[in-house]
């Protein structure tokens, strides 16, 4: 997985609340058993009419050229039913790497983190003062300190981060990757009680 640490970007707000894991990417797109591709079907039915990639629908976020960045900012209780991961892959694939919001659904977030996408859970306050923010302003989100900060007002907040998760995120491990970087801690473990 990719490095993660800070991340100072302009952001993508979608304003909706209560998405689902089938509106972030539906079900009919389910069928690969790899990461990749994903992204292309993100919030695939909001974004074209008719299931037709040459015909955007306007008004959609992901749509209007004003917007973009690395961090998604969405409305409370994101990432709601089914437990598929496949949400925090096409996420991940469309180019995002943070996911804010006033709340998560637990099996989304701990998807997210699994998968390299940092979900930052802010107070519906800090939300609503994102959302009132022009198209290029932008966001830092500081993982090693656990803030996010509103760059243009100073308006800033922290966030709480499993202290195994952020040590994953921060060196870019995924489980496995993080047993082999205390295997010698395991080693001299096991000699101890050989």
């Not at 006033?102 to 800090?126: H, R």
Request: proline share 2%; aromatic share 12%.
């Amino acid at each position: 997985m990719e490095k993660l640490n800070r991340i100072h970007s302009r952001f993508v707000p979608l304003t909706l609340e209560n998405v689902d894991t089938d509106q972030i990417i539906p079900a009919r797109f389910l069928k690969a058993t790899t990461r990749d591709g994903f992204g292309k079907n993100l919030f695939r039915d909001w974004r074209y009419d008719n299931d037709d990639e040459q015909k955007p629908k306007a008004g959609f976020v992901l749509n209007e050229a004003q917007y973009s960045g690395e961090i998604l900012v969405a409305g409370k209780n994101f990432g709601c039913g089914s437990s598929r991961e496949h949400a925090a892959w096409a996420i991940k694939d469309y180019g995002f790497k943070v996911v804010v919001s006033s709340f998560f659904a637990d099996i989304f977030k701990n998807n997210a983190l699994n998968n390299g996408l940092l979900p930052v859970t802010v107070s519906e306050a800090f939300l609503q003062a994102v959302f009132a923010l022009n198209a290029n302003d932008t966001i830092t989100v500081d993982l090693e300190t656990q803030t996010i900060t509103i760059d243009a007002t100073g308006l800033q907040e922290s966030f709480e981060i499993n202290k195994y998760k952020k040590t994953c995120l921060l060196n870019g491990y995924d489980d496995i990757d993080y047993l082999l970087s205390i295997r010698t801690d395991i080693e001299q473990f096991e000699k101890q009680y050989a």
